[in-house]
């Protein structure tokens, strides 16, 4: 069995007391990682602090060079890394639609050098023989990184390539489910940085606790629970952290009567079961005119009844649910829509045997009260749910406090664009979900969080303005 280190100050730290990560498809121990104390987070942050004015100071273009060089070191250990996805994770290796570990391979190396050409320039504002006003963005020091274990090591790249290339130095958290990949992710990384610039320490919630009330951090970056997210506004407040919080979602789509069923119906459900249905921005909650329900429940549950669920180093279209904890949610989710009188189309019991196995499943007929609809289920389960007039169906997609994205479904392009317009959620997708690029900027409204990530606006996120006026009289 593996034991994994921390990184601090560029070099491998342990600890005294130790925390198991299990394979979610065996619920086998297969590593120890340490369990960081407040000294551990201390040192981390000082080395951070200690290492930001030389990295800060350091030019911009040798910064892009040191993010380019990070996702050429990745790409060249993505066998590596994908091999630690599938079994810290759970995700097959390529999986449904070719989305599994070598997708999130792919997707984090291309963050790297998309983030690496990302500038953000001088904006004049004035510049007369009066004076020269110049507004200027400045890193903000110390970045601290909390990520969740959907996405391990492509999250960890989201929050921590734009610290770096706009100046910043970073402590990170992995979730204590999947810290492996990400452990390993830092020690390639740390090949080609200054000490003290990449920090990462391991824990649980109470390590992440202590880092949004530490003095010593400048920002919080978080992809989370709203609950959680709730808590770190609150931690945060001691020296008024900057914040970034992309929280949770459940996000809605309307299919308009138009469409065309067999065209749409693997697209929908690639977009509402990526990742088994862990994903943030996947497509949770379906809204379909009348005119099409039957034909696209019949199609929904025919790729369902297609796809297989096991072991990720399988040959299998999903693997498990990440971990006990959800996959219990998951479960108590789809006997609360069984008890309701909903109709399971496909699925809706757990697998026997070991593993935190539940098969795609695919509902109708369900009340909007239910847990299904109301809830973010996080897991390989899809409520359809009829309408009639379109401005009803608006309606229920936007009666959420939740406002991640949301879709609409449609072969008249213009009208569709109108209606998603009106979708209250930070993305709105028109015939498609869940797509996201690293020059788009991506974030939530209400209760998904705030601040945005990718492009020139995220890195914006990890800066502060300044304003230089120059006067010539």
Not at 119 to 146: C, F, M, W, Y
Not at 211 to 228: A, E, R
Not at 314 to 325: A, T
Request: contains cysteine; glycine residues 10%; negative net charge.
């Amino acid at each position: 069995m593996s034991e994994y280190q921390m990184i601090i100050n560029g070099e491998k730290v342990s600890a005294d007391e130790h925390f198991p990560v299990l394979n979610p498809a065996t619920e086998t121990v297969i590593a120890q990682c340490p369990q960081a104390t407040s000294g551990h987070l201390d040192a981390a942050v000082d080395a951070a602090r200690q290492a930001f004015p030389a990295w800060r100071d350091m030019s911009d273009s040798a910064r892009a060079e040191r993010v380019h060089a990070i996702g050429a070191a990745l790409a060249s250990h993505a066998d590596e890394l994908a091999q630690l996805l599938v079994q810290e994770q759970g995700k097959p290796m390529g999986g449904f639609a070719g989305l599994g570990a070598q997708f999130e391979m792919g997707g984090t190396v291309a963050w790297c050098h998309a983030t690496a050409d990302l500038t953000l320039p001088v904006d004049i504002i004035q510049d007369n023989d009066e004076a020269r006003i110049e507004v200027h963005r400045k890193p903000l020091g110390v970045v601290a990184s909390i990520t969740p274990w959907n996405y391990p090591l492509l999250i960890a790249i989201w929050h921590t390539m734009p610290a770096l290339r706009s100046g910043n130095t970073v402590v990170i958290k992995p979730s204590e489910f999947t810290p492996l990949t990400t452990l390993r992710a830092a020690e390639i990384i740390n090949e080609l940085l200054p000490p003290g610039v990449f920090n990462i320490v391991t824990g649980d919630g109470s390590l992440g606790a202590a880092m949004t009330s530490h003095p010593g951090i400048d920002k919080i970056v978080f992809t989370g629970s709203t609950p959680t997210g709730k808590k770190i506004m609150q931690g945060a407040s001691g020296n008024l952290k900057r914040l970034t919080l992309e929280l949770g979602g459940n996000d809605a789509a309307i299919v308009l009567p138009d469409v065309d069923v067999a065209a749409v119906a693997p697209k929908i459900f690639a977009t509402a079961l990526i990742n088994n249905g862990q994903t943030c921005a996947a497509l949770k909650r379906l809204y379909v005119h009348e005119a099409v329900y039957d034909e696209l429940c019949q199609a929904l549950a025919g790729i369902a009844a297609s796809v297989k669920t096991g072991p990720g180093d399988g040959e299998v279209d999903f693997g498990p649910v990440q971990n006990k904890p959800q996959f219990d949610k998951v479960c108590a989710i789809a006997a609360d829509a069984k008890a309701s009188g909903a109709r399971i189309l496909t699925g809706g019991e757990p697998l026997p045997g070991p593993g935190y196995f539940f098969p795609v499943t695919i509902v109708a007929d369900i009340d909007e009260g239910t847990r299904l609809v109301r809830e973010e289920p996080f897991g390989p389960i899809l409520p359809v749910l009829k309408f009639s007039d379109v401005e009803d169906a608006l309606r229920r997609a936007n009666d959420s406090t939740n406002g991640l994205g949301g879709s609409v479904w449609s072969s008249d392009i213009e009208a569709a664009t109108r209606l998603a317009s009106r979708l209250e959620c930070g993305t709105a997708w028109v015939n498609n979900h869940a797509m996201i690029q690293p020059d788009a900027p991506f974030g939530g409204v209400k209760e998904s969080g705030f601040g945005v990530e990718f492009g020139r606006y995220g890195l914006e996120e990890y800066t502060s303005i300044q304003t230089l006026q120059v006067s010539k009289v």
